[in-house]
């Protein structure tokens, strides 16, 4: 099966700037995660929907991220403004259950905010 | 909420020989215990995961112990091998998120 798909893989942007990543997980996963990973950290959960509806979005800074899965397919995860400690890779999961079971992770985007 | 602490940081074996990362969990509810390896450039790929019904589990070269009185799991690589080096990741969850640990880089020299 075709794995999760993530682009941009890579993006450099100025502070303040604005930036959108999207992601295409396995067909027919019912789960989408987006998780932000910090050079040198484990990757810290984002935001988890379950088809198009939010399961859990407690650690995302809604103040400046924002995420939407329209048609429980793909997703969109988007900064605005972006700030120097938003560098990091963002990595975008899917899963077939309902539990935090089975994950398999996109390739991620690098985001550079300089 | 949980805490997953992961030693060591980093880990250098030779060729052959077995390695060795621990991992810490602070929440007893927890029942879901997988380790990812992470290559360069790559997202975590999940490598064996364990359930807290069993344990102890193994899968060829890698297997995974789990002691829940203690709270603590383990992976084992034994016979290790140059495309073994890269960065390992614990994770613990229950219910709730899957949290993950710092990681550990592991190289192997040939």
């Known amino acids: 099966e075709a794995g999760v798909a993530q682009s941009p893989r890579y993006k450099i942007i100025e502070k303040r700037q604005s930036v959108a990543f999207w992601c295409n997980p396995i067909s027919g996963h019912a789960t989408l995660y987006w998780y932000q990973q910090i050079l040198g950290q484990g990757p810290k959960l984002l935001i988890q929907?379950?088809?198009?509806?939010?399961?859990?979005d407690s650690q995302l800074p809604k103040d400046r991220f924002s995420a939407e899965r329209l048609k429980g397919v793909d997703s969109t995860l988007k900064i605005q403004p972006a700030k120097l400690e938003d560098s990091a890779v963002y990595l975008c999961?899917?899963?077939?259950?309902?539990?935090?079971?089975?994950?398999?992770f996109g390739s991620g985007t690098r985001l550079t905010v300089v | 909420g949980e805490n997953v602490e992961q030693h060591p940081s980093t880990l250098s074996v030779q060729e052959g020989d077995s390695a060795v990362i621990k991992c810490t969990y602070s929440d007893s509810a927890s029942n879901y215990f997988p380790w990812y390896k992470q290559e360069l450039g790559k997202g975590p790929q999940l490598i064996i995961d364990?359930?807290?019904?069993?344990g102890e589990k193994k899968d060829q070269r890698i297997a995974v112990t789990l002691n829940k009185t203690a709270k603590h799991f383990s992976l084992h690589i034994t016979e290790t091998q140059p495309e073994d080096s890269a960065v390992y990741f614990c994770?613990?969850?229950?219910?709730?998120?899957?949290?993950f640990g710092t990681g550990t880089r592991l190289q192997v020299f040939p």
């Open positions: 364990i359930r807290s019904n069993v």
């Open positions: 999961a899917s899963s077939s259950t309902t539990g935090n079971y089975g994950y398999t």
């Open positions: 994770a613990a969850s229950g219910t709730d998120k899957l949290i």
């Open positions: 929907f379950q088809n198009n509806g939010v399961v859990d």
